[in-house]
């Protein structure tokens, strides 16, 4: 009777690890089973255009679709659409409008600002220019008019924000002074102001690093490289140890020769990885891309 005793005590406190390792795993995303190689997210049925993003309660997911609205030289604006969670299905996705092209959605890890990407000219939406990154922030009747981060922001091509909790600041550039087409940079958040963005040499090449994702606790970044000779997109991971980004690594547990893997992230609560191929979200365990 002791012996029984004894393992189920084992079989309680092995339910209740594996219980808090999951305890901010939100159902929308979590799943009963290990995740060992990419699956279809939501059954395919939830598709983006750009950008993937869930709030920090996984209950609400944003992503970027096309939108009728043109500018003057025939290209279509973008526009974020979010989809909630309820009752163990997601919503038909609701517009927010913000007047402007704007696309691939990124929250701040309090879920109070909302940053993206957008080409309309900040002075005439309708005119379209390099990208540039913007910024929204949550009140109590939604989301605020959007505004040019003015100290992230150069003459050249500035996209793909990535948000620490620490509120640093990760995108890419093709701003002077880079190692090769578009650049990794951060900007660092002190006193309430982003600093001049600094150039992170050791994870740049003579390539370019585009959509990217910077670890909550910036203790890794997963970022695509492309190659222009070869016209291929992969992902790629690079660790950081102390101040010292190490090599990055290419991901071929997931790449593929002949698919572009875009716009990664990570699930609210770090358990999960998930990037987009071919408009289809894709998500995998992270455990197992280290």
């Not at 609701?94 to 600002?113: E, G």
Request: hydrophobic letters at 30%; glycine letters at 6%.
């Amino acid at each position: 009777m002791r012996y029984l005793s004894y393992l189920l005590l084992i079989y309680l406190f092995i339910g209740c690890k594996h219980s808090d390792n999951r305890t901010n795993c939100h159902a929308s995303y979590c799943l009963s089973y290990e995740l060992k190689t990419p699956i279809k997210f939501a059954n395919g049925e939830i598709t983006t255009n750009n950008g993937i993003n869930f709030s920090k309660n996984g209950k609400d997911l944003y992503v970027s679709k096309p939108k009728a609205k043109t500018f003057k030289n025939g290209k279509s604006f973008m526009g974020i659409v979010q989809y909630m969670y309820d009752q163990g299905r997601w919503s038909t996705p609701l517009n927010i409008d913000f007047m402007i092209d704007a696309y691939h959605p990124v929250l701040s890890t309090d879920n109070q600002k909302l940053f993206f990407n957008s080409r309309s000219h900040p002075d005439s939406i309708n005119i379209s220019v390099p990208h540039n990154i913007w910024c929204s922030e949550k009140t109590p009747k939604g989301w605020s008019k959007p505004r040019l981060l003015e100290q992230i922001n150069s003459s050249s091509y500035d996209s793909y924000p990535s948000i620490a909790s620490s509120n640093n600041l990760y995108f890419n550039s093709d701003r002077p002074g880079g190692k090769g087409g578009m650049d990794i940079y951060v900007s660092y958040y002190d006193n309430g102001v982003y600093q001049k963005p600094i150039n992170i040499k050791e994870i740049n090449s003579t390539h370019s690093e585009n959509d990217l994702v910077i670890d909550h606790n910036e203790r890794f970044i997963i970022f695509n490289r492309y190659i222009d000779s070869s016209n291929e997109i992969d992902l790629y991971i690079s660790y950081k140890e102390g101040n010292v980004w190490k090599v990055p690594k290419r991901l071929d547990k997931i790449n593929s020769p002949d698919d572009w893997e875009l716009t990664p992230t990570l699930s609210p609560d770090g358990h999960y990885f998930f990037y987009e191929l071919n408009g289809v979200i894709m998500q995998i365990d992270i455990t197992e891309l280290h």
